[in-house]
C-alpha cells in the first residue's frame, strides 16, 4: 500500500466516526427531551453513556489509524534510505528460500597463495663495495644486463640466469654483460642443449663474440645429435665452425678477431636409461668449468673446463684457448648423472667463487640448488654478493630427474 492511499483510508475512516458520532448524540437528545413515564432519569442516564462510549471510540480510533500510517510511512523512509545506500556499505538482504530437494552449494573457499620469492641476493663475508653502487648504462646499444629461463626437457629440469657483474655495471662508462647462454632441445625432447660463453674483457665487442659462439653452439649441436646420434658428436668439428661464424662477425663489423674473443663451454645431455642415469657430453674451451653435484654430499664438484690455479700467489685470468683464433684446442668426454644428480654449466665469475677453499660459497649453491627453484630464486643466487667477486656471472643447471 502506497503513502497516499494509507492517507485516504484514514481519511474516510474518521469521516465515518464523525457522523456516525454525530448521530448518537442527536439520538441521544432526542431521547433525553422526550418525557418518559416510568425510568425517565434511568434512560438519560443510559444516553448520555452512550455518547460518552461511541465518542471515546471515534477519538481513539483516529488516534490508532493515525498512528498505524505514521508507522508505515517510517518503514517506507526507512526502505528508500536502504536501496540508496552508500556502495561501500555492506547490506544484508533476505535470503530466498531453498527446496529441500536442492541442497545449497558450499560457499566457495578463498584462494591460497605461496609466499612472494625473496629477491635479496645471497651475501659472503662483507660483501663487496661495488655491490652497492647504481648500475650505470654502456654508451652502445647492448644485451640486457640480466636473462634468465626455466624450462623442462624430458627428464631434465633447466635453470639458467647470467647478471653483469658489480665491476662492469658501475664502472665509468659501464661496460656490457659479456657472458652468453642458450639452451634448446633436439626435436623428439630426448636431448637437453646447452652452451655458456664468457667474451674476454680486453675485446671490445666479446660480448658479441659470447652471443654468437652461444647461439651458434646450441644450433650445430641440434644438427649433429639429429644427423649422427648421441655418439657421433664431435667438439673439434664443433668449436670449428663455431670459430668461423665468430670469425665472419668480427669481419661484418670491421674489427679483428681479436676483439670478438670469447671462451666457451657446451653440453648435451641424453635422456635417462632403464636405470634413471642420464650421460651429458662436455666439450670446452678456457675457463668456463662444468660442475656436479651429488645430492648426498653438500658441495658441487669440477667435472670439466681449464680452471685457475687457486693455489698460485697471484691468481692469472689468462686462458689457454679462445674462440675464433684457436678451436682446436677445444677437448671433450662423458660425464654420468645419477637420478637427482645436477650438471652445471658456469663462467668464471661463478666457477672461481666455487673452486675458492677459503670461502663458503660453494656450500651455500650445494644446498640452495639440491634440487630445481624458481626463476626469480635461482636469478638472485647468481646475482650474489661476495668480496673480490666482480666479474659477469652465468650459471646453467640441469637436473636429472631419472625416468620421465
Not at 530437494?101 to 659472503?124: A, G, K, Y
Not at 637427482?340 to 672461481?352: K, M, N, S, Y
Not at 650445494?366 to 661476495?386: E, I, L, M
Request: hydrophobic letters at 40%; a neutral charge; glycine letters at 10%.
Amino acid at each position: 500500500m502506497s503513502r497516499h492511499e494509507g492517507r485516504r483510508d484514514g481519511l474516510m475512516n474518521g469521516r465515518v466516526r464523525a457522523a456516525l458520532l454525530v448521530a448518537v448524540v442527536i439520538g441521544a437528545f432526542v431521547e433525553v427531551g422526550t418525557p418518559h413515564r416510568q425510568y425517565g432519569p434511568f434512560v438519560d442516564v443510559f444516553a448520555l453513556a452512550a455518547v460518552g462510549v461511541v465518542g471515546a471510540a471515534a477519538v481513539l480510533g483516529s488516534e490508532s489509524v493515525a498512528t498505524l500510517a505514521r508507522q508505515r510511512d517510517r518503514l517506507e523512509q526507512e526502505a528508500q534510505s536502504a536501496t540508496t545506500a552508500p556502495i561501500c556499505r555492506y547490506v544484508t538482504g533476505p535470503v530466498a528460500p531453498q527446496p529441500r530437494s536442492q541442497p545449497q552449494p558450499p560457499r566457495p573457499r578463498p584462494i591460497l597463495r605461496e609466499r612472494p620469492t625473496d629477491l635479496s641476493v645471497p651475501r659472503f663475508g662483507d660483501g663487496a663495495r661495488a655491490q652497492g653502487y647504481p648500475w650505470l648504462l654502456p654508451e652502445r646499444t647492448v644485451q640486457n644486463g640480466i636473462a634468465a629461463d626455466e624450462a623442462t626437457v624430458g627428464a631434465f629440469a633447466i635453470r639458467a640466469a647470467s647478471v653483469i657483474g658489480p665491476g662492469h655495471r658501475c664502472a665509468r662508462p659501464a661496460e656490457p654483460r659479456q657472458d652468453s647462454y642458450r639452451i634448446g632441445r633436439s626435436r623428439d625432447s630426448r636431448y637437453a642443449i646447452v652452451a655458456v660463453a664468457d667474451g674476454l674483457s680486453s675485446a671490445a665487442w666479446s660480448d658479441a663474440g659470447a652471443t654468437t659462439a652461444s647461439s651458434q653452439a646450441v644450433t650445430l649441436l641440434r644438427e649433429q645429435v639429429e644427423t649422427r646420434g648421441f655418439g657421433g658428436l664431435d667438439g673439434k668439428e664443433l668449436y670449428g665452425r663455431i670459430a668461423e661464424s665468430v670469425a665472419a662477425h668480427a669481419a661484418g663489423r670491421g674489427v679483428a678477431t681479436s676483439q670478438v674473443a670469447t671462451v666457451l663451454i657446451t653440453a648435451v645431455l641424453a635422456e635417462p636409461d632403464a636405470n634413471g642415469v642420464a650421460e651429458a657430453w662436455v666439450a670446452w674451451l678456457g675457463d668456463s668449468s662444468a660442475w656436479t653435484l651429488d645430492p648426498r654430499l653438500p658441495l658441487w664438484r669440477t667435472s670439466a673446463g681449464d680452471t685457475k690455479d687457486r693455489a698460485a700467489t697471484v691468481v692469472s685470468n689468462e686462458v689457454a684457448g679462445q674462440l675464433p683464433d684457436t678451436p682446436q684446442l677445444a677437448r671433450d668426454h662423458y660425464v654420468s648423472l645419477a637420478p637427482g644428480a645436477a650438471l652445471a654449466l658456469v663462467t668464471d665469475g661463478i666457477g672461481d667463487a666455487w673452486a675458492d677453499p677459503a670461502g663458503d660459497v660453494n656450500a651455500y649453491f650445494a644446498n640452495a640448488w639440491r634440487s630445481p627453484v624458481p626463476a626469480t630464486r635461482f636469478t638472485a643466487d647468481v646475482g650474489f654478493d661476495a668480496p673480490q667477486c666482480l666479474d659477469d656471472r652465468t650459471a646453467v643447471v640441469v637436473w636429472n630427474g631419472g625416468r620421465a
